[in-house]
């Protein structure tokens, strides 16, 4: 067996809602995209970890409990057919693939999205200490975004143990960056699932789709060496139908014109 350990970011990568989002709409607060975009502006926390900073800091945040971020798990909308991942994963034959999720979420949101999905102890989140008699955030033991997804990896990687050409990390945002680009540098696969253009120039592949078993394509060609015939046959025996696969190569380009040149001719 052939064993890997693949990772995963949570947030609009294995969902379609960002939890600081919902949390909001859950509590009637204003303004999250807006406080959100000013910490990453300034630099203040690492990106990712905004909404952490607030649940902390911020006076709107603080009555914030477990039991909320609970509730937010359960509202937060996942990918289609991600309860399908972990078995298809678990199917391959001849490997033996570790799913683990690591995200700036909190982890109680996390855990309440995957119920019966993930088990909770391969998900890794943001975590909080509460007051005993309030409930009140007291305290962040652990924030998983930045370089902490580097060194939440490492321990995972070092506990299975895996190679670190055996790693596979997937994320879609620029919080993800440092760890691809820890994973690309030790021979590792990395696949984005946005558009953010960033990452796409960093994930060694990138997959657009809304459904959640579409991060076994990249998988299965580069690591199985499955062939598209293959796929296909993979997906159909599980009641599903790749109905469209277009590969698309994007050039992101800028032109503008020097100082002093000459003007275009009509």
């Known amino acids: 067996?052939?064993?890997?350990?693949?990772?995963?970011?949570?947030?609009?990568?294995?969902?379609?809602?960002?939890?600081?989002?919902?949390?909001?709409?859950?509590?009637?607060?204003?303004?999250?995209?807006?406080?959100?975009?000013?910490?990453?502006?300034?630099?203040?926390?690492?990106?990712?970890?905004?909404?952490a900073y607030l649940l902390l800091h911020d006076p709107e945040y603080r009555r914030v409990r477990k039991e909320h971020l609970i509730e937010v798990?359960?509202?937060?909308?996942?990918?289609?057919?991600?309860?399908?991942?972990?078995?298809?994963?678990?199917?391959?034959?001849?490997?033996?693939?570790?799913?683990?999720?690591?995200s700036a979420a909190p982890q109680e949101v996390i855990q309440s999205a995957l119920e019966g999905i993930v088990p909770p102890d391969h998900v890794y989140g943001t975590r909080f200490r509460y007051a005993p008699a309030s409930g009140e955030i007291?305290?962040?033991?652990?924030?998983?975004?930045?370089?902490?997804?580097?060194?939440?990896?490492?321990e995972l990687r070092a506990q299975l143990p895996v190679s670190h050409d055996r790693v596979i990390y997937v994320g879609d945002g620029s919080s993800d960056i440092h760890v691809m680009l820890h994973v690309n540098r030790l021979n590792g696969m990395t696949i984005a699932v946005s558009k953010n253009k960033y990452?796409?120039?960093?994930?060694?592949?990138?997959?657009?789709?809304?459904?959640?078993?579409?991060l076994l394509v990249p998988i299965l060609e580069e690591i199985v060496g499955m062939d598209a015939g293959g796929i296909h046959g993979l997906f159909e025996s599980h009641g599903l139908v790749l109905q469209e696969w277009d590969k698309v190569q994007t050039d992101?380009?800028?032109?503008?014109?020097?100082?002093?040149?000459?003007?275009?001719?009509?």
């Open 73 to 102: 798990g359960k509202r937060v909308r996942l990918k289609q057919n991600l309860h399908l991942l972990p078995r298809l994963l678990g199917q391959l034959e001849g490997y033996d693939v570790a799913f683990y999720v690591i």
């Open 252 to 266: 992101l380009l800028t032109i503008r014109e020097t100082d002093g040149a000459p003007p275009l001719v009509a």
């Open 1 to 51: 067996m052939k064993r890997y350990l693949l990772a995963s970011d949570f947030d609009q990568t294995l969902s379609f809602n960002d939890s600081g989002i919902v949390l909001s709409e859950l509590l009637g607060i204003s303004g999250f995209r807006e406080k959100s975009a000013g910490l990453s502006r300034i630099h203040l926390v690492q990106q990712g970890a905004e909404l």
């Open 199 to 214: 990452l796409a120039q960093i994930a060694k592949r990138t997959v657009l789709s809304d459904d959640a078993v579409s």
């Open 138 to 154: 007291q305290a962040i033991e652990r924030v998983t975004a930045g370089y902490g997804k580097v060194a939440l990896l490492e």
